[in-house]
Nanobody, 126 residues
């Protein structure tokens, strides 16, 4: 059974940093792209970043470019989202998702993802 588990959320002050982790299990290979999605209170879930199965292709939303970095360690079956210079508008629940149909590139569209984690909450506040 494929499973994704996010961790690393919590409370951070504006301007601070936080690293989220997405641990994958139950996948028969490393051939899946991973996306990170952000759902702010009262808003739609939107893709903020994604990474291809090899890690060689990444993509970022405009609101996080230059602040967030996605990476993956396939030996540990884990994808990370390093978030720097956090802003109050980054508050919300962060979900990771896996796509077994998109592998060599990635996309931030929800429709391409087959498996979802339960999310981890991030609060940016002073």
């Amino acid at each position: 059974q494929q499973q994704l588990v996010e961790s690393g959320g919590g409370l951070v002050q504006p301007g601070g940093s936080m690293r989220l982790s997405c641990a994958a299990s139950g996948f028969t290979s490393d051939y899946y792209a991973i996306g990170w999605f952000h759902q702010a209170p009262g808003k739609e879930r939107e893709g903020v970043s994604c990474i291809s199965s090899s890690g060689g292709f990444t993509n970022y939303g405009d609101s996080v470019k230059g602040r967030f970095t996605i990476s993956r360690d396939n030996d540990k079956n884990t994808v990370y989202l390093q978030m720097n210079s956090l802003k109050p508008e980054d508050t919300g629940i962060y979900y990771c998702a896996a796509s077994t149909t998109v592998q060599f590139m990635c996309a931030r569209a929800r429709v391409v993802y087959d498996y979802w984690g339960q999310g981890t909450r991030v609060t940016v506040s002073s």
